[in-house]
């Protein structure tokens, strides 16, 4: 399976943590994003998104990174993997924490540290209010349950763990969400290489984010 990556980016390294729990080996390709490489007509062929990541399985070619974790556990995972059974009421709540994830958690850290990061925004205000009750809401399902989605660790930690990592890139204080601190520690016991996947990402995500050169897409 090729896998078009880059290590900084929180969305690979989820892939990646999903990979190592199943044993499967990804042919990995680096994506230079900071040269554009991802707008190069034979990358956006594959991904007219132009975004990482991207796997391409034979005649498959994915792109979305919840997506790409569904199918491998679907594709390569145990037959009733616990990190997506395939009972339709845990997958319902292991989906809902995805697309909360996806749809709100992701999306309204990005609305506020982009601006922060790239445009020289205050802290505070607005956004930061919306992010903050969007970690609320996760600190609640974390209180009544240890891991995203219930007893059990499943595809919801590994996609929400990336998106947490970021909060930890841009040195925001989890204390105030002491449910998730503690969860987030935990992940980073229990997720096989959790480290080696994704330190040097994360640090190369800081530096990049202090230099504050801002992203094409953006
Ligand atoms: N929703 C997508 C987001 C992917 C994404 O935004 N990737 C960023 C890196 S973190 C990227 O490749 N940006 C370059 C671009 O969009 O041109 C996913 O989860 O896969």
Request: with cysteine; aromatic share 14%.
């Amino acid at each position: 399976m090729n896998f078009y990556y880059h290590p900084a980016s929180p969305y690979c390294r989820s892939v990646m943590l999903v990979a190592k729990a199943l044993n499967l080996n990804l042919n990995t390709i680096f994506v230079d994003l900071m040269k554009d490489e991802q707008l190069r007509p034979s990358y956006t062929a594959l991904n007219p998104f132009h975004c990482v990541p991207t796997l391409v399985d034979n005649d498959l070619t994915l792109w979305e990174s919840r997506a790409i974790l569904v199918y491998l556990v679907d594709k390569y995972g145990r037959t009733n993997s616990r990190l997506y059974p395939k009972d339709p009421r845990s997958r319902a709540i292991i989906n809902q924490r995805l697309f909360f994830d996806h749809g709100t958690l992701s999306e309204r850290l990005e609305d506020y540290y982009y601006p922060l990061y790239f445009d020289g925004a205050p802290a505070g205000g607005e956004k930061l209010e919306k992010l903050e009750e969007a970690l609320h809401l996760l600190d609640g399902f974390l209180t009544n349950n240890p891991y995203a989605a219930g007893p059990n660790v499943t595809l919801a930690d590994y996609s929400l763990v990336a998106t947490v990592s970021t909060l930890e890139v841009i040195e925001y204080d989890l204390s105030k969400y002491p449910a998730v601190a503690a969860w987030y520690e935990g992940c980073k016991g229990l997720m096989v290489d959790f480290h080696a996947i994704n330190d040097e990402g994360m640090e190369q995500y800081r530096a990049y984010l202090k230099s504050g050169l801002q992203p094409t897409a953006y």
